[in-house]
């Protein structure tokens, strides 16, 4: 030890001594502080979704304000854009598959862990609120098709026409060329995917999609398989993806991102990794988009997407705002 260093810690000790404590709990006291530093207290409720929707963010937050749970607000949040015909990626006014036929994916997942989902589900449009029941009046996680739609029409959702008047025009000019690739529009598709924490703390998660325009009959994405399109550990955080679903079903990315996160990961880098690995084990990521958005236990939040203009809608602390998501791919 040097002695410019020697003689500033000694001096340091003749002050403990002389204060009454001792070097031992006054390095307590410092661990103790710098602990409380490195957790903050979360600002809470927070309510997260994919792309720019201030009024299903606003809907989770107006439940969440009130001291509603976290499970409510997600759902209901999503709702709102499944009932919206202007977002032509979700719910009634979704885009149809090649067949013209829309057809619905949904899962939600609660603080303890539960889930429910449906798959291929026509003609329902709160597709979310579907799932719900499945999660909670059925001792099933997963009901698609045919039988999800049964299911529903038992517990009293209305049958629709989900296809209107301008998402049939599209469809049908389309058909003209019915040209198809996989391969979605970096600008442009909307599945919300939700994740929000109550007053108490708990966290719950949402996805509803009409998935890609013009699939294949009987094409199914991520947003409803647990894990990849959302997953939720309460004790952790949760995670929802948008964007080309084979890539984020390959990878299991949700549930990715909260272990990343249980490992130490702010959601942010936790987010970021997840993209990577898409991006090292598929050369064609610049034709597709993928974006997450992610929360911690602490009420952090953090996002990341491949191509810029993913952004995420954030309300927090009274402030409804759209935020620019981090992304990979540097253009030009
Ligand atoms: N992830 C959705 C799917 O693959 C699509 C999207 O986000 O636009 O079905």
Redesign the pocket.
């Known amino acids: 030890m040097k002695r410019r260093n020697f003689l500033k810690d000694a001096s340091l000790l003749s002050i403990a001594v002389a204060s009454g404590t001792t070097l031992v709990s006054a390095c307590k006291t410092d661990e103790a502080a710098s602990t409380k530093k490195a957790i903050p207290k979360p600002i809470l409720p927070l309510a997260i979704t994919t792309w720019r929707y201030p009024n299903a963010t606003k809907k989770a937050w107006e439940i969440l304000e009130a001291g509603g749970s976290s499970l409510d607000a997600v759902e209901q949040g999503c709702m709102v854009e499944e009932a919206d015909v202007k977002n032509t990626?979700v719910g009634k006014g979704g885009n149809p598959d090649r067949d013209g036929n829309v057809t619905l994916?949904a899962s939600i997942m609660n603080k303890d862990g539960n889930y429910g989902a449906v798959v291929y589900l026509q003609n329902i449009t709160h597709a979310i609120s579907v799932a719900r029941k499945v999660m909670e009046d059925t001792p099933h996680v997963l009901m698609a098709g045919k039988g999800a739609e049964q299911f529903a029409l038992s517990k009293g959702f209305k049958s629709e026409q989900l296809l209107t008047d301008s998402t049939k025009k599209a469809w049908e000019k389309w058909k003209k060329t019915s040209k198809y690739k996989p391969i979605?529009n970096i600008e442009n598709?909307?599945?919300i995917g939700m994740l929000a924490i109550d007053k108490n703390g708990d966290i719950s998660g949402a996805c509803s999609?009409s998935?890609?325009a013009y699939k294949m009959a009987g094409r199914v994405?991520?947003?409803p398989i647990i894990g990849s399109?959302l997953f939720i550990d309460n004790s952790i955080g949760g995670a929802t993806?948008?964007?080309?679903?084979?890539e984020?079903l390959k990878t299991v990315g949700s549930f990715l991102i909260v272990e990343l996160m249980r490992q130490g990961k702010s959601p942010q880098e936790a987010c970021k990794e997840a993209i990577e690995r898409i991006v090292n084990s598929n050369p064609n990521y610049k034709h597709f988009q993928v974006g997450y958005i992610a929360v911690n236990k602490q009420g952090e939040v953090g996002s990341y997407s491949i191509h810029e203009h993913f952004s995420y809608q954030l309300y927090q602390n009274n402030e409804n705002k759209n935020v620019k998501s981090p992304f990979f791919l540097k253009r030009g």
């Open positions: 990626s994916d979605i598709h909307d599945t999609t998935g890609l994405g991520d947003s399109g993806a948008t964007g080309m679903g084979e984020v």
